[in-house]
Each structure stands twice: as C-alpha cells, then as structure tokens.
C-alpha cells in the first residue's frame, strides 16, 4: 500500500478510529495485522518474509539475554556484555540469516552475474543463474531496523523482550515500515509498551506534516522527476542537459524521501508515537560531514553505530579512520542497491569525509559559509549523477562532457530545465532556508490552516500526471 | 485562544475549505466554459477534435467482412487489399502508429460493432506482449477522432486504472474543487515562465526541446533509465485484465456477432533466432490465450514464427515491404479457418 493512494487514507482512517477505542495490548495487536496487511496489500508474500525476520531476531535476542549473567531483575533489565561464546553464536545466527535473506534477495543476481563476468575475463565461460527475483519493498529499512534489536541486547543496551506481539510490532509498524526513518529499539520499543494517549494537539502537527509531505511528493517530487527521468532516458545528453537532469534528481530524491519521512511521522503521531526526523535541510550543509548529520539521519546513524564504531571509528591513527570511513560508506552504498554505480556513489562520498577530516584544522570566516553550502551542493549533485546513472559505461562517457560542445539549443534546454526545476522546488527552498536561517515556525492554527489549505490546492491543481513511486521502494 | 479542540477544526476546515477558492479564480479567469472530456472522470477538460464521421461513412460503405486493428504492428504486418485478393472477402484496416489499447477499442466499437456493419465476420486485434492489460491509459487527445461525445465504459475502466476503487471520491473531488479547469490555464503558466527567461521565443523553444532535444532517436532503452522497481503484479493476467477492455471488447463482439482474433506479434529477433523473450511473459501470455479462448476467441501467438527471420525486419518491430507480403501471405493461409 502506497501513502498517495485513497486505498491506504481509507485504511488509515479505519485503523486510527479502531484502534483509539481499544486498551494498550489490543493496540499493539491491530497495530500489527495493520501493519502486516499494510505490507502485505499487492504482495501477500512479502509479510512472510517479515515474519521470518522477527521470529529469528525474537529468538535470538531471548537467548543472547537468557545466557548473560547474573540476572538482577526477573523483567529482563538491560546487562553489560560477557564474552560467553554462545551469545556471539546467536548474534551471528542473527545476523547470517538477516543478511542472508537481504543478500539472497537483493544481491544474489548482481554477485552471480559478476562471478560470471570474472570468470568469462579469464576465459572461463558459464552461463550465471539467475534468479530475477523482485525484491521486497522495505526489506533493507526492517533488516536493519530488527538486527539493531539484536544487537543493542547483545550490547546490554537493551533488555530482550519476552513479548512476541510487541517485537512484531515495533519491526513492522506500518508507517516508516517501507523507507524509514529506520528506528531503534532503545526508542521506538519503550513507546510500542507504555499506555499512549490520543492527543488532539499532536494531530494538528501531524496534519501539517502529512499535507507538507504530500505536496513535496505529488507536487516537486513527481514533477522534477518526470525532468529526470526524461533527461536520463537519453543515450547522449549534452552537458547542460545532463546537469540539469541532475540538478532535478537532487531536487526529486530530496523532496520524494523527506516527504515519505514527514508523512510517515505524521501518520505515527497520529497513534501517539513520535519518530525521529530523517532530514534536517541537507542541501543547505557546508561540508561533507554536515551534509551526513542532515541527510537519512537514521541511516548513517546506524552505520555509525553499527559499523563505523565497530571498526575503530576515530579512536585509531589517521589512516586508519579514513580507511574505517571508507568501508562504512562502501557499505553505504551497496546497501542502497546491487549495482557497481552504488558503491561509486559510497566511495565517492566516504572519499569526501576523509577529505574533508584533511582540511579540518583550516578554519573558514563564517562569511564564506553560503559559498561552502553552494560547494557542498555541487559536490553533492556530483554524487547524485553517480547514484542516478546505473550503466558504468553512459557514467564514464557523462564525466567527459564539455560545455564547449553544447549547441545553442541544448544550452538553452538545460537553462530551461534547471528554470523549472527551480520553479517546482521553489516552496522546498523557501522552507528550508526559512527554518536554517530565520528559525522560523508556524504554529498559529490559523496560520497552519492558510498553509494546509494552500498547499492542498495547490497539491489538487499542480500534482504531477505521472505518478512515480517513492526512490526508496527501491532500495 | 482556540482548546486543542477547536485548533484542529480550524486546521482542518482550512485544508478542505480554502481550496474551494479554485472555483472563484476558474470563474474570473479564461477557460472556465470549456466543456467536459468524454472521459470526464480521468481528463481535463479541454477543447477536443471532433469524432471521424467521414472515416466511419467510409468503412460502412465497404461493408468489410474483416477489420484489422491496431497500431503500426497491424499496419507493418497486413495489407488489406492483399488480404481481400487472397481471402475473396472485404478486408479493412485501422490503424494508427502509435496508438493505445483504448484507441483500438473505440474503432472496433465506433467504426466497426456499432457501425450498421451487416456483413461484419471479424475482427483482429494485433498487440505487442504486454499490451492489451497493462498499457491501458492514455495521452489526452489521441482518441478524439474515433471517440463519441461521452464514452462512460472507457471512463470507467480508465479510472478504475488509474484511481482503484475510489474513483468516485475523484469525480466527487473534481466537482466541488473544479481543479482540472484551474489546471487548464496554470499549468502552462509554470511551464512557461522558465522558457520567456531563457528565450525570445519560449513556445519556439519548447517545440525545440520536444521534437529535438527528447527526440525519439535520441532515448536510449528504458528498462535501462529507469529504477529498478520490484513489482511482479504488471504481468498477471488474473489481476488486470478485468480492469482493463478485453471484457468491453468481447462483449461488444457478441453484442454484433463478430469473432474476435487476437494476435501477438513477434518482436524483432535476434540475428540468431526470435528475441529472447523472460518466463513471467511467457506464463502471461500463456494465461492471456486461456483466457481469450475460454470466451470464444481466436489467438494467435508470432513469438517463434520462422518465416519472421531478421531479415524480414526493416527498423524495430517493423518488418520491411517483402516482410510485409510474406506476412499478409502466411496470414491468410495459417489462418484460414478464421477467414472462412
């Protein structure tokens, strides 16, 4: 079930009614055959797998928690870690069958193919089998969203829940189940076990959200994006062309991805739960670094956590945090698909961050800031080329354009392009700058209805045709 | 100071009441008296051309025996005087390059079954793979020649596409907002305003960019352009051909008495034999023959074919001048029985 249909407004706002009439446990019950119905609407075998990946992590949270020792309470409290080498067999059995199913669905056909293109280099010849299996939406967001579980419990910084339905519950909670923000269990858990409220001032915030979200994705997300996808529908697009293509990418993954963010968090505020905001204006950041603390928070939270710290993080010599940045970012980026132009993309920006730790002790007058932010947002579009273009080939050939070469047409199309595109995005920009800046908030309810109703006429008159999916279904 | 109460109702009438609004600006600006499409649930209203009285005066006067239909797949492959020469019988054909499903629907059913055709035998409908289930909506304007003033089965089906099962709730919408007709005249506004600052002539320059800078020669493969996208459902016979004009057209046909005939082309094939062609479509087509023939319908599947070689291919799916007669030949031979 996608956000922009009337089929998930109806069965938002049959659950929302039902489910404020019900106690807690009830609650957590409806939350989740809402959840696995939500997931389950086109597809209804992709909730098996969902179920797969809860019941494996249920269990082995339990037994990591139940060979800890020295129990203090009998309701699991949360322990320090002991070297016990059964724990570690279950936090690996935990994550082998995670990454396992994530790797068989997502990368089994791009391994084999690769096996098959490196052993045909060397003259041996096979014929790879592949599988073409379509790959579940959100199956990367709730892997890691339910091996995170597993692991704070192996770190003691979660007790193991002996509750199934609330384990359930928190790995599919329907509205950021498909494209995040992916939640911890240390934040998200606790909220999916205490008594939660209806709280009618929550609302209004969550309608404001939901409709801000709508507009970014029916209105800038959809428009810019039919511009590029009809920019990279060409076999050789001329410079101007090609970076305005790019320039409405960056405008589309941005809007598409924190519209499914705002209307998600408006949709769990709505049943009394808060989620953390995945973007704080990223093209407004000034460096490489900063641009990460803004941008899919949720994830590079969780590779900090999970794999940059793991690593060594910034504890160790130079070099070896720039190779520990690398790795994180290379991981990055094949997380976000089975192709060779995503971990370009992974490496291109964990290159950045170690450039950028290079030049830290180089201190910029706090005027040049705007000139930073217009340079990270080059070099961010730059990454987006690399992200947007799957065929290595058309990339390389992309890298060699000149300006030089363009026709008067061309020029005048790609200015055309970028024009539109700016046009489109124009209320993105405005808002952002607006709340970096001016710190500017509406929270008058007269105000917020002028805003509401506003962006909904607009979101009626202005909305794309061609409805595209969110980017991140993808992934 | 508004209760919590109260701000939600304030925040909430302002959603659904200040775009009432459009209806004032639709009312004090131009193209607010153009009239409803024949598709009034899924399109604009907008000025349309008129339906081909000419084009339906002259199929009547031939009183065919047969109508061939479809777009250039049909007009590449079958010459209709040819046909006739072979087949003894009165042959037409209507096509259109490029044209949809839907278009193909309203010929058959405005040219051909609810044509005071007395002699009609036949009908055959020539696709691509995929086409008659999946590829069901349309660009605006390409059906006015063949469509009447309202056309409600095709708006049906066409909003059941593209709105579900809610497509009430958007013509409700439509009604009380009146966006489409504020639509009409902003629309080209935005997309302009970028062309007068980069150009002299802006509607110069968009003709430009359309016909030169996106020309179809230009557009590389878009399996290869486009995101990956997990979905399986596209090629599921079961799940979209009640929602698509199979049903409509099938029932039109007993409606007049007319045998249906479907026939799925083959692609361009490879230099070593026909294109390669994945499981899913060959289980879609598979289920797509059970269900035409399961209604009485004959089909017939290209995919295969050794008279279609590469050689007999000139661009694309096209097959060259000799292809072409040595189809309309083997047409009329392997499908004798129909043509009877």
Redesign the interface.
Same mark, same amino acid.
């Given at each position: 079930m996608i956000f922009h249909s009337l089929d998930f407004i109806a069965f938002f706002a049959i659950m929302l009614i039902a489910y404020w009439r019900l106690p807690l446990r009830a609650q957590n019950v409806l939350l989740l055959v809402g959840s696995y119905l939500f997931y389950g609407w086109v597809h209804p075998w992709w909730p098996v797998l969902l179920c797969v990946t809860t019941l494996v992590d249920y269990w082995a949270a339990r037994r990591i928690f139940e060979l800890a020792p020295a129990r203090r309470s009998p309701i699991l409290a949360p322990r320090a870690p002991t070297p016990d080498p059964r724990r570690k067999a279950w936090l690996w059995s935990s994550l082998a069958a995670n990454l396992g199913l994530l790797g068989f669905y997502k990368y089994f056909d791009f391994f084999v193919a690769n096996v098959a293109a490196a052993g045909a280099a060397l003259g041996w010849h096979m014929s790879p089998l592949v599988l073409g299996l379509a790959l579940p939406a959100g199956i990367s967001f709730y892997t890691f969203q339910s091996m995170s579980y597993t692991i704070d419990v192996y770190r003691g910084h979660a007790p193991a829940r002996t509750n199934f339905i609330d384990v359930a519950a928190f790995v599919s909670f329907f509205p950021h189940l498909v494209a995040g923000p992916i939640m911890r269990a240390t934040n998200l858990l606790p909220q999916v076990e205490q008594e939660r409220r209806f709280d009618v001032a929550a609302v209004r915030g969550a309608t404001v959200l939901i409709v801000w979200g709508f507009f970014k994705k029916l209105v800038i997300a959809d428009n810019v994006g039919v511009i590029a996808n009809k920019v990279f529908a060409l076999q050789q697009p001329d410079f101007y062309v090609l970076w305005a293509g790019v320039f409405a990418f960056a405008i589309q993954i941005y809007a598409d991805f924190s519209a499914y963010t705002d209307i998600a968090r408006g949709v769990a505020k709505c049943y009394g739960f808060d989620l953390i905001k995945n973007f704080e204006r990223p093209y407004l950041a000034a460096g490489p670094a900063d641009f990460w603390h803004r941008w899919n928070i949720s994830l590079s939270t969780w590779f900090r956590d999970y794999v940059y710290i793991p690593l060594g993080g910034s504890r160790r010599g130079p070099w070896r945090v720039g190779a520990n940045l690398m790795m994180t970012f290379l991981a990055s980026g094949i997380w976000h698909g089975a192709s060779w132009n995503y971990v370009l993309w992974g490496a291109y920006h964990g290159l950045l961050l170690v450039l950028a730790r290079g030049f830290s002790a180089v201190r910029m007058p706090a005027m040049l800031r705007p000139l930073r932010m217009l340079a990270m947002f080059a070099l961010t579009c730059v990454g987006w080329l690399m992200f947007r273009e799957t065929e290595m080939q058309q990339l390389l050939a992309d890298f060699q354009l000149s300006p030089a070469a363009s026709t008067a047409l061309d020029r005048d199309a790609g200015l055309y392009l970028c024009g539109l595109t700016l046009l489109y995005s124009l209320p993105l920009w405005i808002h952002d700058v607006c709340e970096e800046f001016v710190r500017l908030e509406v929270s008058a309810p007269v105000a917020q209805a002028v805003a509401c109703g506003v962006m909904f006429a607009v979101i009626l008159v202005m909305r794309s045709q061609t409805a595209l999916n969110f980017i991140y279904f993808a992934f | 100071m508004?209760g %919590?109460?109260?701000?939600?109702a304030?925040?909430?009438?302002?959603? $659904?009441?200040? %775009?009432l609004?459009?209806r004032i600006l639709n009312g004090a600006l131009p193209g607010a008296d153009v009239r409803d499409s024949y598709l009034p649930t899924v399109e604009t209203p907008r000025p349309r051309e008129p339906f081909d009285q000419e084009a339906a005066d002259n199929v009547r006067a031939i009183q065919p025996h047969y109508a061939v239909i479809g777009d250039s797949m049909a007009g590449i492959r079958i010459d209709p005087l040819q046909l006739t020469r072979l087949t003894r019988t009165r042959v037409v054909g209507l096509f259109h390059p490029g044209s949809p499903v839907a278009y193909w629907y309203l010929a058959f059913k405005n040219l051909v079954a609810r044509n005071q055709l007395n002699e009609m035998r036949g009908a055959i409908f020539f696709f691509r793979d995929d086409q008659l289930t999946t590829q069901v909506q349309v660009t605006p304007g390409v059906l006015d020649r063949v469509a009447k003033d309202m056309e409600p089965e095709l708006d049906r089906v066409l909003s059941a596409n593209r709105?579900?099962? $809610?497509s009430d709730?958007y013509r409700v919408?439509r009604r009380v907002?009146q966006?489409d007709r504020?639509?009409l005249w902003?629309?080209p506004l935005?997309?302009r305003? %970028?062309?007068e600052?980069?150009?002299g002539d802006p509607a110069a320059?968009a003709a430009?960019?359309n016909t030169?800078? $996106?020309a179809l020669e230009?557009?590389?493969g $878009?399996a290869?352009?486009?995101?990956?996208?997990?979905?399986?459902?596209a090629l599921d016979v079961a799940s979209t051909v009640e929602n698509s004009l199979l049903p409509e057209i099938i029932r039109l046909a007993d409606e007049a008495g007319i045998r249906l005939a479907f026939i799925r082309v083959q692609r361009r094939p490879a230099a070593d034999g026909p294109p390669p062609q994945?499981?899913?479509l060959k289980a879609y087509t598979a289920a797509l023959r059970a269900y035409l023939e399961s209604r009485g319908a004959y089909f017939h599947d290209d995919w295969g074919d050794p008279d279609q070689p590469l050689s007999a291919y000139a661009d694309g799916d096209h097959l060259n001048s000799a292809g072409k007669v040595r189809y309309t030949e083997r047409f009329a031979e392997r499908h004798a029985r129909f043509l009877q």
């Open positions: - | 508004a %919590p109460v109260q701000s939600l304030i925040v909430l009438a302002g959603t $659904f009441l200040i %775009p609004g459009l709105f579900g099962a $809610f709730v919408a907002y966006y504020t639509r902003l629309e935005v997309v305003a %970028p062309a600052v980069v150009s320059l430009a960019i030169e800078v $996106f230009r557009l590389r $878009f290869a352009s486009d995101l990956a996208q997990g979905s399986g459902a994945s499981d899913a």
